[in-house]
T-cell receptor
């Protein structure tokens, strides 16, 4: 079974800093990887999706990379803002239809 | 609608009661997923539909859990004889098959079993 791990579990940074969130997975036979943010009491908002054949995706201040062979993905957030405070989840889709989530990184950006 | 909607948003049930949770996917989305998210954890896969066919129910934790999507659009997750360990947020997601297969999530239903 695919195991997805996110490090760190929690992160607190001052506003303006660049930061990196890490996601690792045990089985490299994946279809795609998706990064989400979750605000307290809310559902998940999709941030970036990387297909297994891709190395990275960018959207605004966010950049996600994928190294399938080593089972790793990173989410880079540039010039962090207080509004970025949320829990960030990565999810790996296997070659079937199952998605496996990590436990998330709780990010706090201090004004 | 513009996004995935779920109802009710909150449900409190006494242990032993049956509950039904509804998901309205994005119009035209063929795939529909149910997840269970315990406090402080990531979502865990429960079941998957493609149109009205339930193709994978391997994540359902017990035979008290039942999901259906009879007309290939709205889906209902039913939990019979609820137990305290069923307390969680139940998330629904939909996607359109294709190159991206990006999932779009609803706001979830928070179930509390007393």
């Amino acid at each position: 079974k695919q195991e997805v791990t996110q490090i760190p579990a929690a992160l607190s940074v001052p506003e303006g800093e660049n930061l990196v969130l890490n996601c690792s997975f045990t089985d490299s036979a994946i279809y795609n990887l998706q990064w989400f943010r979750q605000d307290p009491g809310k559902g998940l908002t999709s941030l970036l999706l990387i297909q297994s054949s891709q190395r990275e995706q960018t959207s605004g201040r966010l950049n996600a990379s994928l190294d399938k062979s080593s089972g790793r993905s990173t989410l880079y957030i540039a010039a962090s803002q207080p509004g970025d405070s949320a829990t960030y989840l990565c999810a790996v889709r296997d070659t079937g239809n199952q998605f496996y989530f990590g436990t998330g990184t709780s990010l706090t950006v201090i004004p | 609608g513009a996004g995935v909607s779920q109802s009710p948003r909150y449900k409190v049930a006494k242990r032993g009661q049956d509950v039904a949770l509804r998901c309205d996917p994005i119009s035209g989305h063929v795939s529909l997923f149910w997840y269970q998210q315990a406090l402080g954890q990531g979502p865990e896969f429960l079941t998957y539909f493609q149109n009205e066919a339930q193709l994978d129910k391997s994540g359902l934790p017990s035979d008290r859990f039942f999901a259906e999507r009879p007309e290939g659009s709205v889906s209902t997750l039913k939990i019979q004889r609820t137990q305290q360990e069923d307390s969680a947020v139940y998330l629904c997601a939909s996607s359109f098959p294709g190159l991206a297969n990006e999932q779009f999530f609803g706001p979830g239903t928070r179930l509390t079993v007393l």
